[in-house]
Nanobody, 129 residues
Framework: QVDLVESGGGSVQSGGSLKLSCAAS????????MGWFRQPPGKEREGVAA???????AYADSVKGRFTISRDNAKNTLDLQMNGLKPEDTAMYYC???????????????????????WGKGTLVYISS
């Protein structure tokens, strides 16, 4: 049983920062690709940032330079530091993992719902202007 539990969402003003965390359990965490995805109100889910099985990282153009993804293999956590938040960053944020060996960060970033094996239930981020 693989479980992913997100935390750290909330409401901040434009320009503020938040740090999301995803606690993972049930598998050998460090070997697999993981990512953060978001679904803004009324829009489709999109990849935000990902870490590949090789440790590479990838970011959506809209968050480059503002968001940083990192993983702590000892704690089995995946974090997303979000700085310079904008109202358009408002969304439900999801953590996801894929157990296919060799998935790169770019592949994980571009995955749709069925392209990742496991998903958390999400944490809400709201940015006020």
């Amino acid at each position: 049983q693989v479980d992913l539990v997100e935390s750290g969402g909330g409401s901040v003003q434009s320009g503020g920062s938040l740090k999301l965390s995803c606690a993972a359990s049930g598998y050998t965490y460090s070997r697999f690709a993981m990512g953060w995805f978001r679904q803004p109100p009324g829009k489709e889910r999109e990849g935000v940032a990902a870490i590949g099985s090789d440790g590479s990282t990838a970011y959506a153009d809209s968050v480059k330079g503002r968001f940083t993804i990192s993983r702590d293999n000892a704690k089995n956590t995946l974090d997303l530091q979000m700085n310079g938040l904008k109202p358009e960053d408002t969304a439900m944020y999801y953590c996801a993992a894929d157990l296919a060996l060799g998935m790169t960060a770019i592949q994980a970033l571009g995955a749709d719902y069925y392209g990742m094996d496991y998903w958390g239930k999400g944490t809400l981020v709201y940015i006020s202007s």
